[in-house]
């Protein structure tokens, strides 16, 4: 199993074994630019008061000027949530667009399918993350078809409103078939009461653009929206995690393939030690905590 390691770093940006510091990131949020109740200025004001290093402001259709609006603290990220049609779904994509100029546009006159859509993001120097598979219903084509798309979104709390937060089902369905798309956990905020309800923690050497952007595509972090995850590696022929008190803490791998492993009645879990089966291609953990909070790392591969 020491080969098995050795290709995991390879491949994956580990976070937990690779330098610099965690930053606590929001990448998705509107304003009342697009159907947000929260003004640009208190969007920003907030995030930067609760102490995150990065937010996203990603109205429908719409950029905000957030040029001077980064501090030395926390970095605003110009984006634009975007429409493309969805073969099969009339409401369209929910596609999530990071690093777009102030004034770029796709809705009029632009290509009309998704992947030219994500083709012209790339373009004007931006990426772009599935936004809410779950919400959105999403059947394994319809994902499978948005090749460019650096992740998606295991977690929206807009969402978790109507029931449909968690996109467990549909990440595994792209891990399954290969694809090792990583993950991120947003607000997607539209109201007070949806800030600071998920969240990306980046591991990262700088705060930049470009790094927050590298870092979602190769996996440096995991998503959160209550606990913490400290150490998440394969070692041995073994997965070791580390985390912040847990109730539960999940492996999941391929269809029909995974754990679940509890802590002895009336205790927590910190940390766990599992030898993983020969069988398994993959392997991602899920922590809950008491409340029932989840934490998601990003899938290594085993293969
Ligand atoms: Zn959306
Ligand atoms: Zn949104």
New binding site residues.
Partial sequence: MTAVLETDFVRHANPFRRAGRWYKVNL?A?TTTSDGTISLADCIGGYRKAGYSALAI?DHERTNDVRGMSTKDMLVISGM?YHPPCPGRPAGY?LVALNVPHGFALADGAPGDAIARIAAVKKAGGETIL?HPYWCGLRYEQMACLSDVIALEIFNT?ADRMARGESSEAWSQLHDAGWFLNAVAVD?THDPEDMFCGWTMLKMRRLSVASVIDAVRTGSGYSSNGPEIHDFTVRRGAVELRCSPAAAVYLVSQSGKGARILPLPGKTLRSIDFPIPKTWRYVRAVVVDPRGMKAWTNPLSLM
Avoid: L
């Fill in positions: 998705h509107h990603t949530e929910h936004g807009q997607d």
